[in-house]
Each structure stands twice: as C-alpha cells, then as structure tokens.
C-alpha cells in the first residue's frame, strides 16, 4: 500500500526553522509522510536534522536565491517540488496565501487558508477553520485531488518523533523560473524585533488607548510570559507603538494560547485579529467595554494597578 505523501513548506529565517513549521511537519505526520520543501538557499545540517526530528523524511532544496521572496518564481519552484504530493501544508502568512493562490492555478488544487488544523475523511482533506471575526467554527472539504492548507501558527502543538528521528534525505530541486513584470532587485533585511514574533506567538499581552502611550507594564509583563507585544489600532494611529505591533482583521491575526488586552474596548476590527485565541483576559476600566463579552476571565480596573499585581504573583508563584 503506498503512502501518502504530504509537503510542508518550510518558513526560515537565517537559515534557522520557524516554530510554526515544525508544527505544520507534526499535522503532516497525521495525514501521510511528511517531504519538508526548502526555498531559497542551501538548507543547513543543524536545520535539516530538525525537519528530520519533526518527522521529515526528505528535505527538497529550491536553491534560487532571493526569487524566494518573489511569489511568483517562488510558486513555481513549490510546483516543481510537490508534484508527488497529495496535500500541501504551509504557513498562512500574506506572502504563502500568494504562492497557494499561484501553485492552484497551475495544479488545480483546491485552497483552505488560515486553518486550525486538518484531517483525512472519507478519503479526502478537511480543513477546520474559524470565521466571521471567530464567531463561526467551519470544515471546509477539499473535493479536488490535491489540497493546499495554510496553517495558522498556534494551531498545532509541534511534537517530535523522538528516538525514531532519522536524518532526512537532501533532494536538489531544479526549476524553471517563469518571467515576471516584476524582479527583486535588492534585498535588505530588516532586524527582528525583540522577542517572539508576534504572529508566532504562544503569548500576546496586547496594549491599546488605556496605556495614554505608555507601554512599560505591557513590555513587562510580555517579557514575564514569554510572549510578544500587541496593540490596537488606536494605539499605532497615534504613533504610541509601530505598526507591526497592530493586532487585528487590516493588522496582524493571531491565534496564542492567552491573550492578555490591556486598556483595549475591544472593537470589532480588533475582535477579528484575536477572538480564535485559547484564553483571552481583558483589564479595563470600563464594565460595558466589548472586550469583556469575549474574555475568558475579566478585570474591571486600570492596567496601571492590575499588572503590577499581577506580575508580583506570577514571580511568588515562580519562585514557590
């Protein structure tokens, strides 16, 4: 009986894996074997190793370069590397939900993006997914005979194989890049922020127009957690905060385990960017705030006096 094959499109930053792929690779070990694709440069030993652990029993290499940040030349080197596979699995970030559009138009496969996680049924690929701002919680069925499912980060606990684990075979990847309007002509990379990426995230402490600008106690307590910062719109319209930091449906989505919004309403726009999160705990001064119809666990107070509080029972419990 012949096995399935599932690829996973690897997210990497200097040539170090992205957690949400290794989350990716452990869903792919669910429905098939996983074949991990490499856009970009040669893939490291350090990091082939790592795809190998996470159940990766090949590591195809598209070495083109900087084409990799271009979508187009990029979804036709993921064409040339998965045409074997039933499914593919990514993570759903702006630039991967341009390659699925592109790699579909050219193999017919059918799209499921920004999904919590999959599954086989009756021979076919189900994707679950919220929608509507996370009020709806839907499957989408996959009728064609390949899938694409961009994954959202969080989703999937990343699991080793543990003992296992072999060392995955390198396959180079020859392709054809298509032409294009359009060519990368210089490529500078920006430094990353401090901390864990916040669509990454497993904790996001979020801040809004109850900080009056000051992001102190919101640092802090990220910082505590292990988590990254957030804010509303308000906060970057007013220059508080950058916008990479925005959370929300024209912002960031994001998806962590615990959400913590300080001095933030709670506004439709930012529900859409937050509202699939596990746990949600809001701090605000006002009892009629919309956030406090979504949270989890809610205190009516200000930010100023929670989080102090709050911070100093998180270090006693630590150091109990």
Known sequence: ???????????????????????????????????????????????????????????RVANIGDDARHPARAAAAVVTATGDADTLLMVSTFVNKEIATRVAMVTGAGVVVDAAGAQVVDGKVEAFKTVFAAT???????????????????????VSIGAEAVAPTIVDVETDLPEALETVTKVEPVPPSEGVPLAEAAVVVAGGRGTGGDYTLVREMADLLGGAVGASRDATDEGWISHEH????????????????????????????????????????????????????????????????????IRAHREG
């Open 1 to 59: 009986m012949s096995t399935t094959t599932i690829a996973v499109l690897i997210e990497h930053r200097g040539g170090e894996v992205a957690q949400p792929s290794l989350e990716a690779l452990t869903l792919a070990r669910t429905l098939g074997e996983p074949v991990a694709v490499w856009l970009g440069s040669e893939v490291l030993a350090d990091a082939a190793n790592l795809l190998g652990e996470y159940g990766a029993t090949e590591v």
């Open 136 to 158: 709806w919680n839907v499957r989408c069925r996959v009728e064609t005979d390949k899938a694409i499912i961009a994954l959202r980060p969080n989703t999937t606990q990343a």
């Open 246 to 313: 925005m959370v929300g449906q024209t912002g960031t989505t994001v998806t962590p385990a615990l959400y913590v919004a300080c001095g933030i309403s709670g506004a439709v726009h930012h529900r859409g960017g937050m509202q699939a999160s596990g746990t949600v705990v809001a701090i605000n001064m006002d009892p009629d705030a919309p956030i406090f119809e979504i949270c989890d666990f809610g205190v009516v107070g200000s930010l100023f006096d929670v989080l102090p509080q709050a911070m100093e029972t």
